[in-house]
Nanobody, 125 residues
Framework: QLQVVESGGGLVQPGGSLNLSCVAS????????IAWFRQAPGKEREGVSC??????????DYGDFVKGRFTISRDSVRNTVYLQMNNLKPEDTAVYYC????????????????WGQGIQVTVSS
């Protein structure tokens, strides 16, 4: 059973940075599309960014809030996908999820077969 684990969350002040990591057991993530989603209290889960499968470097961003602040990347050697988040704002506070898809990137949660348990990111002074 593929297991997905996120790390790197926590409490950060506005304007600060965090680098989330996503690893998966027993599989090579290079052959899957990996996305980050987030869910704030009382809101639906929304897509953040995705990086395509098969060692591709293609990425997709799913919200204006990503532009110029968040960057998704893949370390093929470490079998890890990252979400670098800069200039964080209080409205970025949410549980962030890593999701794994066997096919192409998508902003739809239903297109992802495997999910991590999520990690809390809190932006507050």
């Amino acid at each position: 059973q593929l297991q997905v684990v996120e790390s790197g969350g926590g409490l950060v002040q506005p304007g600060g940075s965090l680098n989330l990591s996503c690893v998966a057991s027993a599989v090579n993530l290079n052959y899957y599309s990996i996305a980050w989603f987030r869910q704030a209290p009382g809101k639906e889960r929304e897509g953040v960014s995705c990086i395509g499968h098969k060692l591709g470097e293609s990425t997709e961003d799913y919200g204006d809030f990503v532009k110029g602040r968040f960057t998704i990347s893949r370390d093929s050697v470490r079998n890890t996908v990252y979400l670098q988040m800069n200039n964080l704002k209080p409205e970025d506070t949410a549980v962030y999820y890593c999701a794994v898809a066997e096919f192409n990137c998508s902003p739809l949660t239903s297109d992802y077969e495997y999910w991590g348990q999520g990690i809390q990111v809190t932006v507050s002074s």
